[in-house]
């Protein structure tokens, strides 16, 4: 059971939109720690496309967005493409009395119809 | 360009010791913090162990506390996971990341580069 909840699977035709979402808790995102996204292309190590929230590193497209409220977060693709077949990964930071680390989701694969 | 690269996976028993090796280049790899992050087969990703940017700092998720311990040496530039008294709930890839910043406590990190992951197989 991750921290931060992605709904499993997501999918969307070419061109289309799509939105992956992130729910987590007054712990981690509600704590106003930062939200970051990465994408894991199938046979590849993790790449990150969104940190900080909603800033994208260069290189990324900027059909790729961020964006973060209350103890919500989501990645939104516009002008979907074969190429962004992949799982989306979401990442931040939990801190309780009894622990604090590095929380992911638990991914979401998105199929390009 | 930033580059690391993991070493020393392989099939390993239950109750069995490994470590891990990563080897970075094209960065002042005493100025980081570094991260070891894992995935089980067909799994998503679990947050394993960081270290500081002078090894005086160094955290590890519940799961592993007490068996696997990281470490790096800044002349080598390479950081290190020894896991010991290995589980079958161990196996996986094992994925050294960096992330842009010294500590290994900042809550706001996030993983700028990642390395290709070696692959650890836990089996009797």
């Known amino acids: 059971q991750s921290v931060l909840t992605q709904p499993p699977s997501v999918s969307g035709a070419p061109g289309q939109r799509v939105t992956i979402s992130c729910t987590g808790s007054?712990?981690?995102?509600?704590?106003?720690?930062?939200v970051h996204w990465y994408q894991q292309l199938p046979g590849t190590a993790p790449r990150v496309l969104i940190y900080g929230n909603s800033n994208r590193p260069s290189g990324v497209p900027d059909r790729f967005s961020g964006s973060k409220s209350g103890t919500s977060a989501s990645l939104a693709i516009t002008g979907l493409q074969a190429e962004d077949e992949a799982h989306y990964y979401c990442q931040s930071y939990d801190s309780t009395l009894s622990s604090s680390r590095v929380v992911f989701g638990g991914g979401t694969k998105l199929t390009v119809l | 360009q930033v580059k690391l690269v993991e070493s020393g996976g392989g099939v390993v028993q239950p109750g069995r010791s490994l470590r891990l090796s990563c080897a970075a280049s094209g960065f002042r790899f005493s100025y980081y913090a570094l991260h070891w992050v894992r995935q089980a087969p067909g799994k998503g990703l679990e947050w394993v162990a960081v270290i500081s940017f002078d090894g005086k700092n160094k955290f590890a998720a519940d799961s592993v506390k007490g068996r696997f311990s990281i470490s790096r040496d800044n002349s080598k530039n390479t950081v290190y996971l020894q896991m010991n008294s290995l589980k079958i709930e161990d196996t996986g890839v094992y994925y050294c990341?960096?992330?842009?910043?010294?500590?290994?406590?900042?809550?706001?990190?996030?993983?700028?580069?990642w390395g290709q992951g070696a692959l650890v197989t836990v089996s009797s």
């Open positions: 990341a960096r992330v842009p910043s010294p500590s290994a406590a900042r809550p706001h990190n996030y993983f700028d580069y």
């Open positions: 007054s712990s981690n995102i509600g704590a106003d720690y930062d």
